[in-house]
Every structure is written in structure tokens, then in C-alpha cells.
């Protein structure tokens, strides 16, 4: 039977007996040993360390960072254009610059094609693509760092790599990458994994039995005969 307020250790058998070596039995751990990280008294969870701000701040930034830098490409590659004023009618007309959309994003910049062609579009679409696999790997990282995985030591690794595809959007979504190096170093310092490891603890905690009950008794009780 489980007991989650009280914690026993059985004793020892005796050495002396038949000269037998003692057996040791089990014993509850202490519950100072099996936390590796303070726990919050308002929380009820272990407190969160200097680096674990650090990764998930920054895992949040690089997020913000890949989005705006992919509206701006948006903006340059489909809206930028010249109002023009056409005196005959008396009315402004819009123009489009179809010759900004090479300079939106260094992979724009790489194809030769046609406003409103099947190739501008495709290569839309491998633009929105990439800003996803950034911006959802630094996502996932920031979120559950915070929550204490230890998983996402290796998370932050994908998002770093995934983050050199930044390249080939513009200048602004390359500070991505030091984002999420930022992220990915703190995560592996050795506070981090004391808090993972204190967070390991408060999910998988040891099981604590409760005391042996010596004085059993059988049939009705006392004030039922």
C-alpha cells in the first residue's frame, strides 16, 4: 500500500545471526537528495535558473525576428510599388515594382522569373516554408525549456541547425542564428540540468510506502460482539 505522507525504512537484519552478512533493505530517499533544484513555496515547481530565461527568452526572439523579417520580404516582394497622379483623369493609380520582388529575399534574388508566374509563387511558398521550420523549432524550444524537458537540449541543437536556412531569407532573419546558439549553449550549462533534473524528480518521484501495520485484528471489532 502506498502512503504519500509517510516514509519508513526497514531495519537492517542482524549480522550476528548464523554469521550471515546484514541485509540492507530499502529506504525512502531524503527529499533534499532526489531534488537537484530549489522548489518554488508559491509554485509548488523547482524555480526557474538564470538559464533558463536565457534559452527561452531567446528561442522567443528568434521567433519574433523570423516574423517580422518575413513580413518584410512579404511587403517587398507583393506591396511595394509608386502612386502615380494621372492628370487626364484626375485620379492616383497604384503601380507595382515587379523589380523588387529579386531583392525581397537573397532566394528570390537567385531565379529569373515573371510577375504573377508560378515560379514567384513557389518560391513564396519556400520562403513561408522556411521562416515556419525556424520559427516553430525556436517555438517548441522556448515553450518546453520553460516547462522543464530535458529534451530540449537537443530541441535547441534542431533549431540552431534549421536556423542557417535564415540565410536565405535577408540580413534581419540571420539574427536568428545568434538567438538560438544563445539558446542552444544555455540549455547545456550545468544549471539547466540541475533544473531538469529537479523537474525529473517532481514527475517521477519514488514511490514512499506506508508503515507496517503490527497490531491486525480479525473478525468483528470489539464493539460489534
Known amino acids: 500500500m502506498s502512503q504519500t505522507e509517510t516514509e519508513v525504512t526497514q ?7 548464523s554469521g550471515l552478512a546484514a541485509i540492507a533493505t530499502w529506504s525512502a530517499p531524503e527529499p533534499a537528495r532526489a531534488q537537484a533544484s530549489p522548489i518554488s513555496a508559491r509554485t509548488g515547481e523547482p524555480t526557474r535558473v538564470w538559464t533558463i530565461w536565457v534559452a527561452a527568452v531567446a528561442s522567443y526572439l528568434a521567433v519574433a525576428v523570423i516574423g517580422v523579417a518575413t513580413v518584410m520580404i512579404y511587403w517587398n516582394a507583393a506591396v ?14 497604384y503601380e507595382f515594382d515587379g523589380g523588387r520582388f529579386a531583392q525581397a529575399a537573397w532566394l528570390m534574388g537567385q531565379f529569373e522569373t515573371e510577375p504573377g508566374s508560378l515560379g514567384r ?13 525556424i520559427g516553430i523549432s525556436a517555438a517548441i ?11 530540449t537540449r537537443w530541441s ?3 533549431a540552431l541547425g534549421l536556423s542557417g ?15 538560438t546558439a544563445l539558446a542552444a549553449g544555455a540549455v547545456w550549462l550545468p544549471p539547466s540540468s540541475r533544473y531538469f533534473a529537479a523537474w525529473r524528480a517532481v514527475r517521477h518521484h519514488e514511490p514512499v510506502f506506508s508503515p507496517p501495520h503490527d497490531d491486525v485484528r480479525y ?6 460482539r
Open 165 to 179: 536556412l535564415s540565410l536565405m531569407l535577408n540580413p534581419l532573419a540571420a539574427a536568428a542564428i545568434g538567438l
Open 11 to 17: 531495519p537492517a537484519a542482524d549480522s550476528g545471526q
Open 219 to 224: 473478525g468483528p471489532l470489539p464493539r460489534f
Open 156 to 158: 535547441a541543437l534542431i
Open 121 to 133: 509563387v513557389l518560391l513564396a511558398v519556400a520562403v513561408t516554408v522556411i521562416a515556419l521550420l
Open 80 to 93: 511595394i510599388g509608386s502612386l502615380t497622379f494621372d492628370q487626364a483623369s484626375g485620379e492616383w493609380t
Open 141 to 151: 524550444t522556448g515553450y518546453y525549456v520553460y516547462d522543464g524537458r530535458a529534451w
